[in-house]
Protein backbone atom coordinates (compact mmCIF):
# COMPACT_ATOMS: atom_id res chain seq x y z
CA UNK A 1 0.00 0.00 0.00
CA UNK A 2 1.80 3.18 -1.49
CA UNK A 3 0.73 5.93 1.46
CA UNK A 4 2.78 8.75 3.47
CA UNK A 5 3.93 8.11 7.18
CA UNK A 6 3.96 10.43 9.12
CA UNK A 7 5.54 10.68 13.00
CA UNK A 8 6.51 13.17 15.33
CA UNK A 9 3.00 14.24 17.07
CA UNK A 10 2.57 14.37 20.81
CA UNK A 11 1.50 16.20 23.77
CA UNK A 12 3.23 19.76 24.53
CA UNK A 13 2.08 22.99 26.54
CA UNK A 14 0.88 25.44 25.04
CA UNK A 15 3.69 27.79 23.67
CA UNK A 16 5.96 24.69 22.73
CA UNK A 17 7.15 23.49 19.53
CA UNK A 18 6.89 20.36 18.08
CA UNK A 19 8.31 18.88 14.36
CA UNK A 20 6.37 16.47 12.41
CA UNK A 21 7.76 14.35 10.07
CA UNK A 22 6.35 12.59 6.79
CA UNK A 23 8.33 9.83 4.81
CA UNK A 24 6.81 9.88 1.34
CA UNK A 25 8.93 7.44 -0.95
CA UNK A 26 8.87 6.01 -4.09
CA UNK A 27 7.87 7.16 -7.39
CA UNK A 28 4.29 7.65 -6.73
CA UNK A 29 5.27 10.82 -4.89
CA UNK A 30 8.85 11.69 -6.84
CA UNK A 31 8.13 15.34 -8.67
CA UNK A 32 4.93 16.05 -6.45
CA UNK A 33 4.38 18.57 -4.35
CA UNK A 34 3.40 18.03 -0.44
CA UNK A 35 1.05 19.53 2.03
CA UNK A 36 -0.28 19.14 5.61
CA UNK A 37 -3.60 18.99 6.76
CA UNK A 38 -5.29 18.89 10.10
CA UNK A 39 -8.39 17.51 11.30
CA UNK A 40 -9.55 18.54 15.04
CA UNK A 41 -12.17 16.21 16.66
CA UNK A 42 -15.58 17.34 15.34
CA UNK A 43 -14.66 19.20 12.50
CA UNK A 44 -13.59 19.41 8.76
CA UNK A 45 -10.25 18.94 8.00
CA UNK A 46 -8.44 21.95 6.94
CA UNK A 47 -5.42 22.81 4.52
CA UNK A 48 -2.19 23.77 6.56
CA UNK A 49 0.62 23.85 4.51
CA UNK A 50 2.35 22.96 1.12
CA UNK A 51 5.59 22.58 -0.43
CA UNK A 52 6.38 22.44 -3.82
CA UNK A 53 8.52 19.26 -4.97
CA UNK A 54 11.70 21.43 -5.20
CA UNK A 55 11.00 23.27 -1.90
CA UNK A 56 11.36 26.52 -3.08
CA UNK A 57 7.92 27.60 -2.91
CA UNK A 58 5.70 27.44 -0.17
CA UNK A 59 1.84 27.70 1.19
CA UNK A 60 0.29 28.27 4.60
CA UNK A 61 -3.35 29.02 6.19
CA UNK A 62 -3.65 31.77 7.63
CA UNK A 63 -4.32 30.35 10.80
CA UNK A 64 -0.47 29.01 11.15
CA UNK A 65 1.40 31.31 9.00
CA UNK A 66 4.63 32.87 11.12
CA UNK A 67 4.24 30.09 13.47
CA UNK A 68 4.92 26.99 11.25
CA UNK A 69 7.54 26.02 8.72
CA UNK A 70 6.91 23.61 6.31
CA UNK A 71 10.61 22.37 4.46
CA UNK A 72 11.64 19.07 3.22
CA UNK A 73 15.61 17.99 3.37
CA UNK A 74 15.27 15.36 0.46
CA UNK A 75 13.14 13.54 -2.50
CA UNK A 76 11.66 11.64 0.34
CA UNK A 77 11.03 13.35 3.72
CA UNK A 78 8.83 16.70 4.51
CA UNK A 79 9.06 18.37 7.58
CA UNK A 80 6.29 20.44 9.07
CA UNK A 81 7.82 22.82 12.63
CA UNK A 82 5.33 24.00 14.94
CA UNK A 83 6.54 26.77 17.72
CA UNK A 84 4.30 28.75 19.43
CA UNK A 85 1.45 26.33 19.26
CA UNK A 86 -1.99 26.93 20.70
CA UNK A 87 -4.42 24.80 22.28
CA UNK A 88 -6.49 26.12 18.85
CA UNK A 89 -3.67 23.60 16.96
CA UNK A 90 -4.93 20.45 18.46
CA UNK A 91 -5.51 17.90 15.59
CA UNK A 92 -4.70 14.58 13.84
CA UNK A 93 -2.12 16.19 11.15
CA UNK A 94 -1.78 14.08 7.85
CA UNK A 95 1.01 14.52 4.95
CA UNK A 96 -0.31 13.80 1.15
CA UNK A 97 0.51 14.26 -2.10
CA UNK A 98 -1.08 16.73 -4.45
CA UNK A 99 -1.12 16.71 -7.97
CA UNK A 100 -1.44 20.54 -8.23
CA UNK A 101 2.11 21.95 -8.55
CA UNK A 102 1.37 24.23 -5.19
CA UNK A 103 -1.95 24.45 -3.64
CA UNK A 104 -4.81 23.19 -1.21
CA UNK A 105 -6.47 20.83 -3.74
CA UNK A 106 -6.41 17.87 -5.64
CA UNK A 107 -4.64 15.89 -2.69
CA UNK A 108 -3.89 12.13 -2.62
CA UNK A 109 -2.09 9.47 -1.07
CA UNK A 110 -3.03 10.29 2.46
CA UNK A 111 -1.19 9.20 5.31
CA UNK A 112 -2.32 7.54 8.80
CA UNK A 113 -2.01 10.49 10.23
CA UNK A 114 -0.18 11.64 13.98
CA UNK A 115 -1.94 13.13 17.00
CA UNK A 116 -0.93 16.64 18.45
CA UNK A 117 -2.51 17.59 21.37
CA UNK A 118 -1.38 21.02 22.96
CA UNK A 119 -2.36 21.91 26.54
CA UNK A 120 -3.29 25.24 28.24
Known amino acids: QVQPVESGGGLVQAGGSLRLSCVAS????????MGWFRQAAGKEREFVAAISWSGGTTLYSDPVKGRFTISRDNSKTVHLQMNSLKPEDTAVYYCARTLEPLGKNEYDYWGQGTQVTVSS
Open 26 to 33: GRTFRGYA
